[in-house]
């Protein structure tokens, strides 16, 4: 996980919210390998010890967030999949239904925030600096910030990335990946344990289907292979074509947590 990338030395350290701030400790990667490759004992502790860490977390947000019938989704993706564009898309369309709030995660900028905010929802920036992912603890301290109101809905858009995102429970009730087909049909073989993580694949840019080599069909497959029981929507974010397919689902679940509370 981490230790491989690196980013788990940035863990509590270089996030900030609503600031753009580096901890300046970039020799990182290099530092970790070294590590790993000395006392690989001592790098496979340290990341059972980050990830329980992390887990503990994680279990007090979900109880809270059950506490206030909150629906969270966390949307995670490779960078530029459509995330942002979908969520202005999902504010817009439940305004006035729902209480949308977002936390939004990049290593730097507010530039998804304000794009967010100018869609009407209220919204938390988490800069992560030298972080590939946003954890537990980045999501408590954003809640302070955000204060979402009970029965409300919180979408959570994770830092582009496939990989290390799939390891780290915030406490939401789902996780929704987001992949568009200019990426490839292969990305559900190709990063397996984000796909065996989720509980929906958004397939989206369909309406750029005519121009790129890639198949639906196949892709649903690959999915399935990983998750057998994975619903996968193909979704233009910019048309809106298969969006009311995806807004029943997050209305179904938001039904479904106001129930259980
Ligand atoms: N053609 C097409 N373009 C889209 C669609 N959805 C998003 N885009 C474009 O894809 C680019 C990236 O979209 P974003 O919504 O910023 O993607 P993101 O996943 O939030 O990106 P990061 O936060 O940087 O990971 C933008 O130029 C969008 O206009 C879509 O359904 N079709
Ligand atoms: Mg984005």
Same mark, same amino acid.
């Given at each position: 996980? +981490?230790?491989? +990338?690196?980013?788990?030395? !940035?863990?509590?350290?270089?996030?900030?919210?609503?600031?753009?701030?580096?901890? =300046?400790?970039?020799?990182?990667?290099?530092?970790?390998?070294?590590?790993?490759?000395?006392?690989?004992?001592?790098?496979?502790?340290?990341?059972?010890?980050?990830?329980?860490?992390? @887990?503990?977390? $994680?279990?007090?947000?979900?109880?809270?967030?059950?506490?206030?019938?909150?629906?969270?989704?966390?949307?995670?993706? !490779?960078?530029?999949?459509?995330?942002?564009?979908?969520?202005?898309?999902?504010?817009?369309?439940?305004?006035?239904?729902?209480?949308? !709030?977002?936390?939004?995660?990049?290593?730097?900028?507010?530039?998804?925030?304000?794009?967010?905010?100018?869609?009407? &929802?209220?919204?938390?920036?988490?800069?992560? =600096? &030298?972080?590939?992912?946003? @954890?537990?603890?980045?999501?408590?301290?954003?809640?302070?910030?955000?204060?979402?109101?009970?029965?409300? %809905?919180?979408?959570?858009?994770?830092?582009?990335?496939?990989? +290390?995102?799939?390891?780290?429970?915030? =406490?939401?009730?789902?996780?929704? %990946?987001?992949?568009?087909?200019?990426?490839?049909?292969?990305?559900?073989?190709?990063?397996?344990?984000?796909?065996?993580? &989720?509980?929906?694949?958004?397939?989206?840019?369909?309406?750029?289907?005519?121009?790129?080599?890639?198949?639906?069909?196949?892709?649903?497959?690959? $999915?399935?292979?990983?998750?057998?029981?994975?619903?996968?929507?193909? %979704?233009?974010?910019?048309?809106?074509?298969?969006?009311? &397919?995806?807004?029943?689902?997050?209305?179904?679940?938001?039904?479904?947590?106001?129930?259980? @509370?």
């Amino acid at each position: 996980m +981490c230790a491989t +990338c690196g980013c788990g030395e !940035s863990d509590g350290s270089v996030i900030t919210i609503e600031t753009h701030t580096h901890d =300046g400790h970039t020799h990182t990667h290099h530092h970790v390998h070294e590590h790993e490759h000395d006392h690989p004992h001592e790098t496979l502790t340290l990341e059972q010890k980050v990830l329980a860490k992390n @887990d503990a977390i $994680a279990e007090q947000n979900r109880r809270w967030f059950a506490d206030h019938a909150i629906t969270v989704l966390n949307l995670t993706s !490779s960078p530029g999949s459509g995330k942002t564009t979908l969520l202005e898309r999902t504010i817009r369309e439940l305004s006035g239904r729902r209480s949308v !709030s977002v936390i939004e995660g990049d290593q730097e900028t507010t530039l998804d925030a304000d794009r967010i905010h100018s869609a009407g &929802a209220n919204v938390v920036q988490v800069n992560t =600096g &030298a972080g590939c992912h946003l @954890d537990a603890s980045m999501i408590e301290r954003a809640l302070a910030k955000l204060q979402p109101a009970d029965s409300s %809905v919180l979408f959570i858009e994770n830092v582009g990335n496939l990989v +290390c995102p799939a390891m780290f429970d915030l =406490g939401e009730m789902g996780k929704v %990946v987001v992949i568009s087909v200019t990426e490839g049909t292969d990305k559900p073989l190709k990063y397996p344990h984000m796909f065996a993580a &989720a509980t929906l694949v958004l397939v989206n840019k369909i309406d750029l289907l005519p121009y790129v080599d890639f198949d639906l069909e196949s892709c649903s497959q690959y $999915a399935r292979l990983v998750n057998r029981d994975v619903t996968v929507l193909p %979704v233009s974010a910019k048309t809106g074509e298969g969006l009311d &397919a995806w807004f029943t689902w997050v209305e179904m679940n938001c039904r479904a947590s106001i129930d259980s @509370d």
